[in-house]
């Protein structure tokens, strides 16, 4: 859309850039180029003109779109990247694209999702305007027991994402949820296609939901003791998320040119965790009123299991794909 391409080439500028330049660039007329300023100007962004100079970004709103996030992007990256204003679950738009061939890497994006989807299907609030709903494709012929340490090292990019976007850490409940101050801000749902023959896996799709400019009003009841958002946890000051869905792209494709391989993940990870020395209740999973067992977290050991001692002194590795860990701020 060529909207998002002035979009784009305005939002590069730190200062003003002729409409003929920008004809020039995108092969466009210049009274093409005039009508997508006014069109983004409808959409609320602040766009001085001078004769002579051209025009001029002085105030952009909270819009995801292409051209804004592909404004912190080269443009060899954008090509296959998809932003939406709303769909039922970006992992499902995802789905269907992987099926028909979409390379690894291929990004859907949404600034809100009316089905989106949790764990253990449960649903995941994701209200337009003030939140990240981003899913990225990813083949990395590996078999299942590598999706733990896929899990965790998408958990890591995030938080490098959220770090190198706005400056601020963020704390890891084992195994993948994001917190600020104990609560949550960040969920990550990974769904797995196996070809039958090889038992590798053909799609991996890595969904990534981030709580980030909404405010306590924005969560349904009963989540507002245990979810929050970037800005709540900020003093209600509001962030780009373009710059974050950007960053988290990046650090994406970093993770998939860094698999299988690389000790950075678990050192991170060990840095931002603060499930081990805990006491935590682990349930079985896949079992409905399973009987849960308390115990204490000791450690994350290199496959991203978790070392737990029982009242007994026995010692167990957890994995995730056997047990949830609950309790230990009052979510799963």
Not at 76 to 96: A, P
Not at 187 to 214: A, F, H, P, Y
Not at 231 to 246: H, M, P, T, V, Y
Not at 272 to 291: D, H, Q
Request: aromatic share 8%; hydrophobic share 35%; charged share 25%.
């Amino acid at each position: 859309m060529l909207k998002d391409e002035v979009l784009k080439l305005l939002s590069r500028e730190k200062d003003y850039i002729s409409g003929e330049t920008i004809s020039r660039k995108l092969g466009v007329t210049r009274a093409a180029v005039n009508s997508a300023v006014k069109a983004l100007r409808n959409d609320g962004y602040h766009i001085e003109s001078s004769t002579n100079k051209g025009y001029l970004i002085t105030e952009s709103p909270d819009i995801l779109s292409k051209g804004s996030v592909s404004s912190y992007l080269p443009d060899q990256r954008c090509s296959d990247i998809l932003l939406f204003d709303s769909v039922g679950s970006t992992n499902n738009v995802l789905k269907e694209m992987a099926s028909k061939g979409a390379p690894s890497g291929t990004v859907v994006i949404a600034d809100q999702q009316t089905s989106g989807k949790g764990r253990r299907g449960r649903s995941f609030a994701s209200p337009s305007g003030v939140g990240i709903y981003f899913s990225y494709l990813f083949r990395p012929e590996d078999g299942l027991d590598k999706i733990s340490d896929l899990t965790s090292w998408s958990a890591i990019a995030v938080a490098d994402a959220i770090k190198n976007a706005y400056g601020l850490e963020t704390q890891i409940k084992w195994v993948n949820d994001l917190l600020m101050n104990r609560k949550k801000i960040c969920g990550i749902l990974t769904e797995v296609t196996v070809e039958g023959e090889s038992g590798l896996i053909d799609t991996c799709i890595i969904g990534i939901g981030i709580n980030v400019n909404e405010t306590p009003s924005d969560f349904p009841a009963g989540l507002s003791d245990i979810a929050t958002s970037i800005s709540i946890e900020n003093g209600g000051r509001k962030f780009d998320r373009s710059r974050l869905a950007a960053e988290l792209v990046k650090t994406m494709d970093k993770l998939r040119s860094d698999w299988p391989s690389s000790s950075y993940y678990i050192e991170r990870y060990r840095e931002l965790n603060i499930t081990a020395g805990s006491k935590i209740t682990a349930y079985p999973r896949m079992v409905e009123n399973g009987e849960g067992r308390t115990e204490t977290a000791l450690a994350v050991n290199d496959d991203f299991s978790l070392k737990v001692e029982f009242t007994d002194g026995s010692i167990e590795n957890l994995r995730s794909g056997e047990v949830s860990v609950r309790g230990l701020y009052g979510y799963t």
